[in-house]
């Protein structure tokens, strides 16, 4: 379970300070399939950034069950139990895609475990096992490599910051099965950052964030009907069925 009491996180720009994130408490429970959602620049991405330990608070507490971590670093963080998936997935020329989910595991790994993981994404494993994660792979394969190292890594706490940007409609629509799959299985808390309404009909609990503040928190049957009727819905993904909040 992550918690956050009072978190605040201010930059500096042309010497005054600037609030993105406002006084915001908020607690993650165990075995809960969470998307995080709201207008862009509202403050998710850096609300994620602060969990997983990429960015740090201004002021206010983050903790991990009962552990306060505000103070550790992302690899402190990573080793307590968090796991983060980037917008962009970082590509590595030279290393396969077997050594990242070694790497990802932090233990030896099988060849036979290796492709399960792959396998559990959707992703051929005779095809993959040896590719290098280089610019040869694209936006799609890149996302699923990236959950099945998340997969690898089986920590209690894994965030994922809008898993749906830069990929076609047929990997989109992919992906949405992957994370149908890990909701299933889920062992911990995922969070998902997303403006998706596939990805919004799969949450058990939807938290709305706007102007660095949350503005709605609760079940997905409470809050998605909200915002539908609010008319949030922007635009079709990819020109699919997909609509946006």
């Not at 930059?11 to 862009?40: A, C, M, W, Y």
């Not at 990573?78 to 050594?99: C, E, M, T």
């Not at 399960?116 to 040869?136: F, K, M, P």
């Not at 998902?192 to 503005?215: C, K, M, P, Y």
Request: with cysteine; aromatic share 6%.
């Amino acid at each position: 379970m992550i918690r956050l009491e009072h978190i605040k996180y201010e930059v500096q720009e042309e010497h005054v300070g600037k609030e993105i994130i406002r006084d915001v408490s908020l607690t993650l429970p165990d075995n809960t399939f969470i998307v995080l959602t709201g207008p862009n620049g509202g403050g998710k991405s850096t609300l994620a950034k602060l969990i997983a330990g990429i960015e740090t608070p201004t002021e206010g507490h983050i903790f991990l069950d009962d552990r306060e971590i505000t103070g550790l670093d992302v690899t402190e963080r990573a080793k307590a139990g968090i796991s983060f998936a980037f917008q962009q997935p970082v590509r590595f020329k030279g290393l396969q895609v077997y050594d990242l989910l070694k790497i990802a595991s932090g233990k030896e790994l099988s060849i036979t475990d290796a492709c399960q993981y792959l396998s559990e994404v959707g992703l051929c494993a005779r095809d993959y096992i040896r590719r290098e994660v280089n610019a040869s792979l694209s936006g799609g394969e890149l996302k699923r490599i990236e959950i099945a190292t998340v997969l690898a890594r089986h920590t209690p706490v894994t965030i994922f910051d809008e898993p749906e940007a830069g990929i076609d409609l047929w990997s989109f629509q992919s992906l949405i099965q992957v994370f149908r799959r890990m909701r299933e299985q889920m062992h911990g808390t995922i969070m998902i950052i997303s403006h998706q309404e596939r990805i919004l009909e799969i949450a058990d609990e939807i938290v709305v964030i706007g102007n660095g503040r949350i503005t709605e928190q609760g079940p997905r049957e409470e809050i998605l009907p909200r915002l539908a009727a609010s008319g949030a819905a922007a635009r079709d993904y990819e020109g699919g069925s997909d609509g946006q909040y």
